[in-house]
């Protein structure tokens, strides 16, 4: 969600990698005109499948609008990326799945022949166990008893697995008798054969109506695949070296101890290895309902840290940098502590300079970070749980932030609190002008306030010295809290 660029996207999927270098990345694209091109890029950033998503089928929930105009059939853009793909050398470096009402054996068989290694079965399956097309999924009165937590509704259900094996049993068995009559032993040697297509009884309305077809029939030049350029399976070097120091496989918890390690800009997601076998740790220990301690480990870092610094962190490391970051520092972490503070023999003043990039704590849910020194743009962007201390930020902060606390102790760019239904900013002499106040108010602060803010600037001179935060203790009065108009009684 919320990916702007192909550089971001490629980011994200390299950064998953080195979460788990065994987990497989897929990214849904709408059908749509030049959707080729955009798979293309998507295939060179490294993703493992692409979904084709048509504009039919769906549950219903979403608006009228939407529903109408949300994207075109399946077929058109399959075609598009299947074709691109293959005039690329590119075709067998990613699987292409396609949904959008695939119903019977004739959408996959129609699927195969256009270009689709898989299939996602959607409406047809919620009617199998029993869904009545009610539309109001979003607004927990599902009368199945399906898209619901409603305990009286959810009594309802009626659903049984039994009529999903048999309704999926009955289009395989169907799409055998398909492929035995059209002489071909299998749906993946139907692949992109689009010499078994023909125009039917509808060719002459679609004549009339000025449509051509002649694209779905061109022949496809295939260009010879090209070897695979994606990052080879594996952690860098750095994460190598983090999870071999602070990861006791014996005892698969943290080894305690401290680490230091020069790193450059070139080293991308430094410690989400580390977080990956950690949270695959946590989710089983929680699903076995004990209580646990996975014991703690702090990465020392010294330098130029590449993006993605802190990436999907975790409760119980640290991560203490003295140089700068780029951007998508502690992009969904959700514990741990970060610190970014300058190099001991820099002459910058930190709330002068930037020291880390555009886009940090992007989808953070916990944790706590202190930034001796400015953020780029987008600082705090769909924050839902993580405090933190910053000197400065860019455009755009706190944007759609729905939890958490941000405080800052400088600058401060335009539009801050977009779209933000949660948490709270506290801010250092704000510019109102810049404030967007469609979305956020300022409000009085309460005692509580007082000791929130004097507890983080104490914590962020303790973290990173910074002399602007121990200037500030003495002048709390100075500070503004801001809150989602939606969270304000009045």
């Known amino acids: 969600h919320d990916i702007y660029s192909i550089e971001d996207l490629k980011e994200l999927i390299y950064e998953i990698k080195q979460l788990d270098p065994n987990l497989k990345v897929s990214v849904k694209l709408v059908s749509g005109n030049n959707i080729g091109a955009i798979a293309l890029g998507v295939t060179k950033a490294g993703a493992d499948i692409i979904q084709i998503s048509g504009g039919d089928g769906g549950t219903g929930a ?14 058109r853009g399959l075609l598009e990326v299947h074709r691109v793909l293959s005039e690329n050398g590119l075709r067998e470096q990613v699987i292409l799945r396609v949904d959008g009402s695939i119903q019977i054996a004739h959408d996959v068989i129609m699927g195969s022949i256009l270009g689709a290694d898989e299939f996602d079965f959607g409406k047809m399956l919620l009617v199998a166990e029993g869904c009545i097309m009610a539309r109001v999924c979003e607004k927990n009165t599902c009368p199945a008893g399906i898209a619901t937590q409603e305990k009286k509704l959810k009594e309802r259900y009626k659903g049984n697995k039994d009529h999903i094996v048999r309704y999926l049993t009955q289009v395989a068995t169907d799409i055998q008798e398909q492929l035995r009559l059209i002489g071909v032993e299998s749906l993946s040697k139907l692949r992109g054969k689009t010499e078994y297509l023909s125009l039917n009884e509808l060719a002459t309305f679609a ?17 010879e695949e090209i070897p695979p350029f994606s990052p080879e399976k594996g952690h860098h070097a750095t994460n190598e070296k983090i999870i071999k120091d602070l990861w006791d496989e014996k005892n698969l918890k943290l080894t305690g101890k401290m680490t230091l390690h020069k790193i450059f800009s070139t080293e991308r997601a430094i410690g989400a290895g580390l977080n990956g076998i950690m949270a695959k740790r946590i989710s089983t220990l929680r699903s076995l309902n004990n209580n646990f301690d996975l014991g703690e480990g702090q990465i020392l870092l010294k330098g130029s840290a590449g993006q993605g610094l802190g990436v999907f962190l975790v409760e119980g490391l640290k991560i ?10 502690g992009k969904s972490m959700s514990g741990g502590l970060i610190i970014v503070r300058p190099d001991e023999l820099s002459s910058l003043k930190p709330h002068k300079n930037s020291i880390i990039g555009n886009c940090a704590f992007y989808g953070a849910t916990g944790g706590e970070a202190f930034i001796s020194g400015m953020a780029g743009d987008r600082f705090g962007v769909r924050n839902s749980g993580t405090i933190t201390v910053v000197e400065g930020v860019g455009l755009h902060a706190c944007e759609y932030m729905t939890g958490g606390r941000v405080l800052i102790l400088g600058e401060h760019g335009y539009n801050l609190g977009a779209g933000m239904t949660g948490g709270a900013v506290y801010i250092y002499r704000p510019h109102y002008e810049f404030i967007n106040t469609d979305y956020i108010k300022q409000v009085p602060l309460t005692e509580k306030d ?4 004097e507890n983080n ?26 809150l989602p108009k939606s969270m304000i009684k009045f």
């Open 450 to 453: 007082y000791k929130v803010i």
């Open 207 to 223: 004549e009339n109506k000025n449509l051509n077809f002649d694209n779905f029939f061109k022949k496809i030049d295939v260009l």
């Open 320 to 329: 203490d940098l003295r140089g700068d970051a780029n951007d998508f520092v």
């Open 457 to 482: 600037l104490e914590l962020h001179y303790e973290y990173t010295k910074s002399q602007i935060a121990k200037e500030h203790l003495e002048k709390i009065g100075d500070y503004v809290k801001f």
């Open 62 to 75: 979403a608006a009228l609008m939407s529903m109408k105009h949300c994207g075109l059939i399946w077929e």
